[in-house]
T-cell receptor, first 115, second 115 residues
Framework: AQKITQTQPGMFVQEKEAVTLDCTYD???????LFWYKQPSSGEMIFLIY??????QNATEGRYSLNFQKARKSANLVISASQLGDSAMYFC????????????FGAGTTVTVRA | DADVTQTPRNRITKTGKRIMLECSQT?????MYWYRQDPGLGLRLIYY???????NKGEISDGYSVSRQAQAKFSLSLESAIPNQTALYFC??????????????FGDGTRLSIL
């Protein structure tokens, strides 16, 4: 079974608007971490934000925030005030357990910001 | 200089050839990983290594082998390349002594095309 599901292959957003990227996950381990990475067209993987399963508050990093709904097993990324430079592919990934640092990735969502 | 360096950045080769992709890091991390990225599939783990003497198969290790020559170096080999191994390959590192919210750090990727 897929551990990470990203159901939106591609999205368009107007510059300066907010966009929400969906991510649902599947794990039976009570300890896990969720990561979001950005991959611009140049190909590198850029870490954006992290949410731990025991974190009481939703993570925020600048214009990025996580809408973490543990009961629903979802960790949606919200990008506020979109910029042209936000056009990229975005990946949600999960680490399970404390000691195992392997990541399981979703298929990714391509975001295109329109001027 | 990049913390995680992959060489070559691009490679075109023929079916049946042996290919080695190299990864070196200056981050001092003990754990290293090889992933491949295919459109619509995200990143999938090929092999990972927790230290020089500890190498483990990932989700899709068939057709690949690895060598951890030193803590800072982790190479991926395709013994007899086939066209469906055409992909973008990433090396990543992490620190087992780091906090659980520490992300994996990725190299810039190697685009491999097998004709």
């Amino acid at each position: 079974a897929q551990k990470i599901t990203q159901t939106q292959p591609g999205m368009f957003v107007q510059e300066k608007e907010a966009v929400t990227l969906d991510c649902t996950y599947d794990t039976s381990d009570p300890s896990y971490g969720l990561f979001w990475y950005k991959q611009p067209s140049s190909g590198e993987m850029i870490f954006l934000i992290y949410q731990g399963s025991y974190d009481q508050q939703n993570a925020t990093e600048g214009r990025y925030s996580l809408n973490f709904q543990k009961a629903r097993k979802s960790a949606n990324l919200v990008i506020s005030a979109s910029q042209l430079g936000d056009s990229a592919m975005y990946f949600c990934a999960m680490r399970e357990g404390f000691n195992d640092y392997k990541l399981s990735f979703g298929a990714g969502t391509t975001v295109t910001v329109r001027a | 200089d990049a913390d995680v360096t992959q060489t070559p950045r691009n490679r075109i080769t023929k079916t049946g050839k042996r290919i080695m992709l190299e990864c070196s890091q200056t981050k001092g991390h003990d754990r290293m990983y090889w992933y491949r990225q295919d459109p619509g599939l995200g990143l999938r783990l090929i092999y990972y290594s927790f230290d020089v003497k500890d190498i483990n198969k990932g989700e899709i290790s068939d057709g690949y082998s690895v060598s951890r020559q030193a803590q800072a170096k982790f190479s991926l080999s395709l013994e007899s390349a086939i066209p469906n191994q055409t992909a973008l390959y990433f090396c990543a590192t992490s620190d087992s002594w780091g906090a659980s919210n520490q992300p994996q750090h990725f190299g810039d990727g190697t685009r491999l095309s097998i004709l």
